[in-house]
């Protein structure tokens, strides 16, 4: 099995040379179970600011309704963040606002190299 943390280490320096200061704020996806109530409580609320290189999408994979004309895809070392972006988190690069649509992980072996996200305004 080949180890990826070198590669991980590389597309974090490379994300950190090349992107630019975004942040995320979303929860995160534990629950946690409370046997004194027998509930579970939510996820806890995170915030994290990281480096992202904005892409778009190849008009070919635009089809109006899952990925949209105006969509953005959004690249961010995984190493930079405590855990996976989930829909309806929210990204701000500036003053510019988004909801996360979708992410997809780039994980060859045991180690997460690259978050794919698509964001949406």
């Keep these: 099995m080949t180890d990826y943390q070198k590669t991980a280490e590389n597309a974090l320096r490379m994300i950190a040379s090349k992107g630019r200061a975004i942040a995320f704020s979303y929860m995160s996806e534990e629950h946690v179970y409370d046997p004194a109530t027998d509930t579970f409580t939510e996820g806890e609320a995170y915030s994290k600011e990281v480096k992202g290189v904005f892409t778009s999408f190849a008009t070919k994979d635009i089809d109006g309704e ?28 500036g003053n510019e606002s988004y909801i996360i649509i979708n992410t997809e992980v780039l994980q060859p072996g045991d180690t997460p190299l690259l978050y794919m996200i698509q964001v949406r305004r």
């Design 66 to 93: 899952i990925i949209r004309r105006s969509d953005k895809r959004v690249l961010v070392a995984a190493a930079s963040l405590k855990d996976l972006p989930l829909p309806e988190g929210a990204l701000t690069d």
